[in-house]
């Protein structure tokens, strides 16, 4: 069984900083595509940043220049780096993974999410 479990979330100031981490553990063979996404009530999910196969990057423009996501694969662990944090950056923020096991499957995972909250 596979499990993502994110921490690093919480309260800061406008301008602040936060580093958010997901560590994945279980029957894990490799992972492929990962990526955080953010949710606000009453919206849907959408992509923050993402890391491809090829280890190329992606973000939302609303975050480009101010987040950097990365990971290790020995420890199995996502982070999202959060600089210059706006009030508008206020979301749960999960953690999502394409993991092959060594049972052979190949599926996507979240993790239950942590809340990041920027007000002054």
């Known amino acids: 069984q596979v499990q993502l479990v994110e921490s690093g979330g919480g309260l800061v100031q406008p301008g602040g900083s936060l580093r958010l981490s997901c560590i994945a553990s279980?029957?894990?063979?490799?992972?492929?595509?990962v990526a955080w996404y953010r949710q606000v009530p009453g919206n849907a999910r959408d992509l923050v940043a993402q890391i491809t196969t090829s280890g190329s990057t992606n973000y939302a423009d609303s975050v480009k220049g101010r987040f950097t996501i990365s990971k290790d694969n020995v420890k199995k662990t996502l982070y999202l780096q959060m600089n210059n944090l706006k009030p508008e950056d206020t979301a749960v923020y999960y953690c999502n993974a394409f993991i092959t096991t060594y049972r052979g499957t190949y599926s996507g995972y979240w993790g239950q999410g942590t809340q990041v909250f920027v007000s002054s």
């Open positions: 279980g029957s894990i063979s490799s992972m492929g595509v």
